[in-house]
């Protein structure tokens, strides 16, 4: 029994001693003899049927009672985990059931919406783009962890300030006059520094209402769209690029065309020059339409290689004469060194336009009299293959472009060799399709030399 019950059984219990004790007093005194023996037996009798009921009724009813009160005043308070002595008899064990029944539904509940406050705040802080949530007043009162990436400070600086006194760009500060004067969501755009790049970020506006559809504050979504900028610089770069490409040769043809149609054709010399220089521009047409399906062909996806294992030296048994060749033209010495030894599982034609696009490129920026070499042997498990020559060489600032489609150092002398500048291009995508890695090594006036890691079978 707890204190207050004892207290409370203590304060019953001397009530009913006091009142038969001064009933015993009044009424004791008046009898007498054989009589008095008797009324004291019965007000003793009388005295322990009185506690044997008290006790009855304290432990069935009244602690029930009072401990179902107490569960209820901490459940008030928030303490869900409270719950009450059950009691096995008639009402008082049906309210004290009840009141645990209802204390567990709260702490279920409790847990539920905790559960739910953790995903939630979990979805907010890992969202890939930044959020920032303003009352009616313009104050910040949640913004998420990308936002603090994406504005470089901590969370805290934030919180509890006026959106326009922590952000500065002038765009964001419109979204959300935006948002709160029309009532409805709305976008905008700006850059930012950061590190050393610059960002583009897109923020969304939208306002918040209450049930009653008075205006409570806006959220601001953030997305960082710098890589679709990019793309999409890429593909204005790149029609740009195919369209003047296509432009030169077509020019080109037509105006042949056309200065033979005024007349040219009449003279034998004039006709037979035109119409060479109309065959050697469709020539460069059709190699440039053939390089732009290549590379869109590597580009899918699902770019299907048709691997097998071969060796080194069947792979160059195809390539090697038509290179001496080209290599002898030039008056340029050409040298290779090969493992013959070495088998490789790959797609041998597409392999075979790797190195005869690097093979080319060596011959064709090496003036004659210059060196090319072909190395090919095993390293740490990987089969490495070099091309280099002692040729015009490239420039620091251009090595890193020189894979990107239609770039080439020298306009000029590359298309003066029939080049479309598509060639490495194409050679990244087939050694990255095959799990390897291409980089160049150079010098202006020097030389250059391109290096192939393949992982060997
Ligand atoms: N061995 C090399 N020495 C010097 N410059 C090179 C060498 N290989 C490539 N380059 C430079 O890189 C540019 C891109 O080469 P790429 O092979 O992609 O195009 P291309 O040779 O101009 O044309 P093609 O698509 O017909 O091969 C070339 O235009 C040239 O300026
Ligand atoms: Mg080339």
Not at 28 to 44: D, H, K, Q, V, Y
Not at 200 to 219: D, Q, R
Request: with cysteine; net charge neutral.
């Amino acid at each position: 029994m707890k204190a207050s019950n004892s207290r409370l059984f203590l304060t019953y219990s001397i009530i009913v001693v006091a009142v038969i004790f001064s009933m015993g007093r009044i009424i004791i005194p008046l009898l007498s003899g054989s009589e008095r023996t008797i009324a004291i037996l019965t007000f003793l009798g009388g005295l322990i049927i009185f506690f044997v009921i008290i006790y009855n009724i304290f432990e069935k009813y009244i602690k029930p009672v009072r401990s179902a009160s107490l569960v209820a005043e901490q459940l008030v308070k928030g303490n869900y985990k409270a719950r009450t002595y059950v009691s096995q008899y008639g009402e008082a064990g049906k309210l004290s059931n009840t009141v645990n029944v209802l204390a567990r539904s709260l702490q279920e509940m409790t847990i539920q919406e905790k559960i739910q406050g953790n995903q939630l705040e979990t979805v907010i802080d890992n969202m890939e783009s930044g959020l920032m949530l303003i009352d009616e007043r313009g104050f910040v009162h949640l913004v998420n962890r990308k936002f603090s990436a994406i504005f470089g400070r901590k969370v805290s600086d934030y919180i509890g300030f006026l959106y326009y006194d922590v952000l500065e760009q002038e765009n964001i500060h419109k979204a959300v006059q935006e948002a709160f004067l029309y009532e409805e969501k709305v976008k905008n755009s700006f850059t930012i520094s950061m590190e050393i790049e610059k960002r583009y970020i897109e923020v969304v506006g939208a306002p918040i209402f209450n049930e009653k559809k008075a205006l409570k504050g806006a959220v601001l979504v953030f997305h960082d769209i710098t890589g679709l900028k990019r793309l999409e610089q890429t593909r204005k770069d790149f029609v740009a690029n195919v369209s003047h490409e296509l432009k030169t040769p077509v020019t080109s043809i037509r105006g042949f065309a056309e200065t033979l149609l005024d007349g040219a054709m009449e003279e034998k010399e004039l006709r037979k020059q035109f119409i060479t220089i109309i065959l050697t521009e469709s020539e460069r047409l059709q190699a440039l339409v053939h390089d732009l399906l290549e590379l869109s062909k590597l580009e899918q996806d699902e770019l299907k290689l048709n691997l097998k294992v071969i060796g080194v030296s069947s792979l160059f048994n195809t390539i090697l004469p038509i290179v001496k060749h080209q290599a002898e033209q030039k008056n340029i010495s050409f040298s290779a060194t090969i493992d013959n030894t070495i088998e490789m599982y790959v797609d041998p034609e597409r392999l075979k336009q790797v190195f005869m696009n690097l093979l080319n490129n060596a011959i064709n920026y090496t003036p004659s009299s210059g060196e090319v070499r072909l190395n090919i042997h095993l390293v740490d498990g990987f089969v490495k293959i070099t091309v280099s020559d002692t040729g015009i060489g490239i420039p620091e600032e251009a090595k890193n472009r020189i894979f990107e489609r239609f770039y080439r150092v020298d306009k000029a002398r590359s298309r003066n060799t029939g080049g479309t500048g598509l060639g490495l291009a194409i050679v990244k995508h087939i050694v990255e399709a095959h799990h390897g890695t291409i980089h160049v090594e150079s010098e202006v006036n020097k030389g250059t030399r391109f290096c192939v890691l393949l992982p060997s079978q």
